[in-house]
């Protein structure tokens, strides 16, 4: 059973615009929510967290947020740019247990 | 500060063989994570070590195992491989085990391929 949902395996934004990635979680215990951005041939990269006890967390370009009653989170990202292609995964966790990952999404930005 | 660094980066194995996989984190990090992704699959949480144990374990079978050493560098094996465990293997590391407030940072990856 996945605890950790991301929906849409690809996404395909236009340079400058706004970029939106989904994530639905089914644990309500989790209480830590991240993004990683992967790059081929490279492992994961931190972007960007929140804690449950928050509804947006803003870093730069990179902001997301989370509705704990709809167990849904998302990343925009704006203005997209063409480095920012690559896989997202969402990851959450609940307390001291290891990070469970979605599937990822992949975004193309198209110069 | 060096990254994570994982050796070998590929590797081609033949079925029923073992793989060795070996994983260095980052100078100071003790807590040390596997993960296998498969396409499709995303990430799959293998185990986890801190200070030379065993604090968390993956939903995976006994044929995949590992250990940590007093340097914080650890090792994942696999037994009798199977086509379907043709993966990339990512290691992580962090200062502290599973926790909130403390990102995991990856390495490279190997990438395993069972023929």
């Known amino acids: 059973d996945q605890q950790v949902k991301q929906n849409s395996p690809s996404l395909s934004v236009q340079e400058g615009r706004i970029s939106i990635l989904n994530c639905d979680y089914t644990n309500s215990m989790f209480d830590y929510f991240l993004w990683y951005k992967k790059y081929p041939a490279e492992g994961p990269t931190f972007l960007i967290s929140?804690?449950?006890?928050?509804d947006k967390n803003e870093d730069g370009r990179f902001t997301v947020f989370l509705n704990k009653s709809a167990k849904h989170l998302s990343l925009h990202i704006v203005p997209s740019q063409p480095g920012d292609s690559a896989v997202y995964f969402c990851a959450a966790s609940e307390g001291n247990t290891p990070l469970v990952f979605g599937k990822g999404t992949r975004l193309s930005v198209i110069a | 500060k060096a990254g994570v660094t994982q050796t070998p980066r590929y590797l081609i194995k033949t079925r029923g063989q073992q793989v060795t996989l070996s994983c260095s984190p980052i100078s100071g990090h003790r807590s040390v994570s596997w993960y296998q992704q498969t396409p499709g699959q995303g990430l799959q949480f293998l185990f986890e070590y801190f200070s030379e144990t065993q604090r968390n374990k993956g939903n995976f079978p006994g044929r995949f195992s590992g250990r940590q050493f007093s340097n914080s560098r650890s090792e994942m094996n696999v037994s009798t491989l199977e086509l379907g465990d043709s993966a990339l293997y990512l290691c992580a590391s962090r200062s502290l085990p599973s926790g909130r407030g403390y990102e995991q940072y990856f390495g490279p990856g190997t990438r395993l391929t069972v023929t």
């Open positions: 929140i804690s449950s006890i928050k």
